[in-house]
């Protein structure tokens, strides 16, 4: 019996050192993992630039989801984790210039640290792919 389980990948070096994916869809529910600033050769992008990371990450949200044909619109809930939550409205700039009609459910987390030093951000993303009877 299928469960409709479908996953997709990035060139992150990360994903199979630590056994995740980039995203996972089960039916119509996509759930993004934690999303960090860095490229597809492990390079941290924009350092010390929490707007730029912001967006970088955004981006890469958003590609996993068209790679899972769904879209930006269909992301319910964000959750923003900041290394220096005092600095919450640079991220904040990002996120409602990208969700300013999505209005998606969303927290701003602060934390200790990420994984890399460099990393000022890192957000996960929960979508429900709406099909068009349900938006009528």
């Not at 996953?7 to 630590?18: D, G, L, N, Q, Y």
């Not at 939550?85 to 459910?105: Q, S």
């Not at 000022?120 to 009877?133: F, G, H, N």
Request: aromatic share 6%.
């Amino acid at each position: 019996m299928s469960t409709g389980r479908r996953r997709i990948a990035s060139p992150s070096p990360f994903e199979a050192r630590v056994g995740y994916s980039r995203a996972v869809a089960v039916g119509d529910r996509i759930l993004v993992s934690g999303t960090a600033p860095v490229d597809g050769d492990g390079n941290t992008i924009a350092p010390g630039d929490l707007y730029a990371q912001t967006r970088f990450c955004l981006e890469k949200i958003i590609a996993a989801l068209r790679a899972l044909d769904a879209r930006a619109s269909d992301i319910v809930r964000t959750r923003v984790m900041l290394t220096d939550i005092d600095r919450w409205e640079e991220a904040a700039r990002a996120h409602g210039e990208v969700f300013a009609e999505i209005r998606p459910a969303c927290s701003f987390i602060g934390v200790a640290r990420l994984i890399d030093p460099g990393w000022l951000v890192e957000i996960e993303a929960e979508a429900m792919r709406v099909t068009k009877a349900a938006q009528d």
